[in-house]
């Protein structure tokens, strides 16, 4: 009995898959780090707001 093989082309794919879901999380951390700042700004500013009413 023959061991099953994946296909070239599904290969490739799983391997595009995997490259693009790494380069999309890359992205999105370093999203998430340029933005912490702004968001935290966001907060206190709601936060003063509560507390002044």
Do not use: I
């Amino acid at each position: 009995m023959k061991a099953y093989k994946k296909p070239a082309a599904s290969k490739l794919l799983t391997r595009f898959d995997n490259d693009l879901k790494t380069l999309l999380m890359e992205d999105l951390r370093s999203f998430r780090e340029r933005n912490q700042f702004s968001s935290s700004n966001k907060q206190a500013v709601v936060n003063q707001q509560l507390s002044a009413a």
